[in-house]
Structure formats: C-alpha cells, structure tokens
C-alpha cells in the first residue's frame, strides 16, 4: 500500500465547453487525500468558442490544444501524454459536461493509492439514471458484457469515462478506435494483466444532449462497429473462426445432400448442391486460415505496443533527468540572488 503519491492530474476533453467549463471547474478538487498536489488539465480538441481561454482564465494549470477536432478518443491520448509529461503520478479523466460528480474522485483512486488496482472505473447507477433510455440502457449493458468477455475483468460500466489510471499503465495504453477509448482502454489494461478496479459513483442532473450521441441509429451503428472492431482486434483467432464455422456449416450440409442422394442413385440431378457446398467449405477454410494469420498479427501487435512502451518511457525518464538537471542548475543562481 502507498500511503501517499505526487501528482494527481485531472484530465478533461473539451470540445465548444467554455460555457459548462467555469461550473464544472468550480467543483474540482484542489486538494485530494494521498497526494502532495493536484493539477488541472483541459484538453481542447478544436473548439471554436475559445474553451481554451476560459480555461485558463479559471485556473486550469495545463491546456492543450488541437488545431482541429480530431474525436475523443485522440483528445483523451492527447491528456494521458500530457499529463504524463506534467509528472502525474495518477491520472483522473471525466468530462467537461460534470456529468459525474467531483466529489467521487477520492473514491476513485483509492483503490489505486492502496496498490490493489492500475485502473479504476466509475460505475454509474444506470438502472436509476432517467437520463438515459430503456435502448441506451440495453446497449450499455450490452457493451460491458462484451468488454468482460474480451478483457477478462469484471467491469460493470465499461463506458463509463469517469476512471482513474495509474502512471505506469497509462505509459502503457493505446487506442486504436477513433470514436471512444473507454472499452478499448478496459480491454488493453486485461489483456496486459493489469487489475482493473470498479467503484460506485454519483452523477449529476443533465445539463445537455450528449455530443457522442446525436441519433440513437448512428449510437447504434457505431456501437454495433465499435464492438465488433474489439473482437477483431483483440479475439481474431475466435472471431475469424466463428465466421469460417458460420460459412463452411452450410457448405458441410450442402455437401451432405449431395452424398446422400448420390448414395440413393440420384447424385447427378444434385450436382449444383456438391458445387455450392464445396464452395462454401473452400471459402471457410481461407477464412480460418485468416483467423490464424490475424492471430500472429495480433501477437505481433502486442510486441510492438511492449516496444512502444519502453521507447516512451526511456523519453518521460530523459525530460525529467532534463528538468532535474536545470532545477539543480537554476538553484546556486536562485540562492545568490536570495543573498543579494
């Protein structure tokens, strides 16, 4: 158990908030039990409405800007550098909306304070919350389950973003979605062995349509991708396989037909059933062999993000031997002008 840490970073992507940010930013901590400081960092993915500004004006320590929108899922990579780069020790992400509420943020790196967890979700009371729609409830549950199943843990609000990471897995972490980092964040930090952590969180009335959200069709559909694109990259072998099963079935049962009635003297009259069945079978067996060649390509990619990892962490210990060094440079001259 570490009884007390650095720096906690708390990190928030904003895009066009300057008009939620000065509430939202009121009700953040400055002060957070088992750490010596805690900073602020805005994220501000191509706004428009100078979000940026008023982040500043309000006394947020660190903004970072993108010149253009490019999603949530690059503005919340953009806070992990960040953040890392400003020393954070823990890193707490929530939204610019205050959606959840601040208070909680104790609760949520507790468990990564007491050694027990690398990551640490906020889980949401979704079968009370009147915010969200009977379809929208049905899809939450739908997407945890699928990130239980692909990440091995037992998170039960996966699409939360209301989570803490702690320095050394947030080195670790990429997102490849463009859309949302939320389950692909919870199935990279399983896969990596990292304990991931849930607690209950509180969270506060709406105070506008969400941005990921514009039409519950296109939630659906990016859902739907979403999902699928998870099971691709981090299950290909069984992925592929169920798909290589699902062509070749009808085949084998086309095929059988085929023997059948050949055994009953009739085979030549059932020719079309041996051609479409052998097709079938054909298109399945390349099929599973893409599963296996898609399952070396995933080991592969785990290789690269290991190789990644050292890369960036060799970088962070190379500007922070810099800064050492230019603080014990700058101290004999602070020391002699404190003397004049």
């Known amino acids: ?78 806070g992990l550098d960040a953040a890392l780069r400003a020393g954070a020790d823990v890193i707490v992400n929530t939204d610019a909306d205050n959606q959840y509420d601040a208070a909680c943020i104790p609760d949520l790196v507790a468990p990564i304070l007491a050694g027990e967890a690398q990551m640490v979700i906020g889980a949401r009371p979704i079968a009370t919350h009147e915010g969200f729609s009977p379809l929208k409830k049905a899809l939450q549950r739908l997407g945890s389950w699928v990130v239980r199943k692909a990440s091995g843990t037992s998170v039960p609000d996966a699409p939360s973003g209301f989570r803490a990471i702690s320095r050394s897995l947030a080195m670790r972490l990429y997102v490849f979605n463009t859309h949302t980092y939320t389950l692909e964040t919870i199935i990279q930090a399983g896969r990596l062995n990292e304990p991931v952590a849930s607690v209950p969180v509180r969270v506060n009335p709406d105070t506008r349509e969400s941005r990921l959200i514009r039409s519950m069709f296109g939630y659906i559909r990016r859902s739907a991708l979403t999902i699928i694109r998870i099971f691709a990259i981090y299950r290909p072998l069984q992925f592929f396989s169920l798909i290589a099963l699902l062509i070749a079935l009808p085949g084998l049962v086309a095929f059988a037909r085929f023997i059948f009635f050949s055994l009953a003297g009739d085979g030549g009259g059932h020719i079309q059933s041996l051609v479409i069945g ?63």
């Open 1 to 78: 158990m570490r009884d007390r840490l650095g720096k906690l970073v708390i990190q928030i992507p904003c895009l066009n908030e300057s008009g939620q940010l000065p509430a939202m930013l009121a009700d953040l901590p400055r002060e957070v039990a088992g750490f010596d400081r805690v900073e602020w960092l805005v994220i501000d993915d191509g706004s428009t409405d100078g979000t940026a500004e008023v982040a500043r004006a309000h006394g947020v320590d660190h903004v970072v800007r993108h010149d253009t929108n490019r999603g949530l899922a690059a503005a919340f990579m953009t």
């Open 278 to 340: 052998a097709s079938l079978i054909a298109a399945g067996s390349v099929t599973l062999i893409g599963a296996f060649l898609a399952d070396l390509t995933a080991a592969n990619r785990a290789l690269l993000s290991d190789v990644r990892t050292r890369l960036y962490r060799a970088e962070l210990e190379r500007e922070e031997a810099k800064k050492s060094d230019g603080e014990v440079a700058a101290s004999p001259e602070r020391e002699a002008a404190s003397q004049r």
